[in-house]
Nanobody
Framework: QLQLVESGGGLVQPGGSLRLSCAASGFTLDYYTIGWFRQAPGKEREGVSCIISSGASINYADSVKGRFTISRDNAKNTVYLHMNSLKPEDTAVYYC????????????????WGQGTQVTVSS
């Protein structure tokens, strides 16, 4: 069974940083595109960033470009989302998901999802 587990969320002040981790169990991340998504209260889920299996192609939402960086360590079976210069509007539950489609797009077939980790940006 494919399982993804997010961690690293928490409460941070505006301008602060966090690193989210997405760890896989039951399968190898090497062959999957991994996406980070978020959902704020009362809003639809939106794509944040995604990275193909080789790491050669990456996509970011306009709202996080220049502030967030996605990376993957296939040896550790983990994908990271480094978040800098956090804003209150980044507050949301962040999810990672896996897709067998080798293309960095948020509309790929993300069929396996984690349970999410809460990120709250507030002073």
């Amino acid at each position: 069974q494919l399982q993804l587990v997010e961690s690293g969320g928490g409460l941070v002040q505006p301008g602060g940083s966090l690193r989210l981790s997405c760890a896989a169990s039951g399968f190898t991340l090497d062959y999957y595109t991994i996406g980070w998504f978020r959902q704020a209260p009362g809003k639809e889920r939106e794509g944040v960033s995604c990275i193909i299996s080789s790491g050669a192609s990456i996509n970011y939402a306009d709202s996080v470009k220049g502030r967030f960086t996605i990376s993957r360590d296939n040896a550790k079976n983990t994908v990271y989302l480094h978040m800098n210069s956090l804003k209150p509007e980044d507050t949301a539950v962040y999810y990672c998901a896996a897709s067998p489609v080798t293309i960095a797009t948020f509309s790929a077939d993300f069929g396996s999802w984690g349970q999410g980790t809460q990120v709250t940006v507030s002073s």
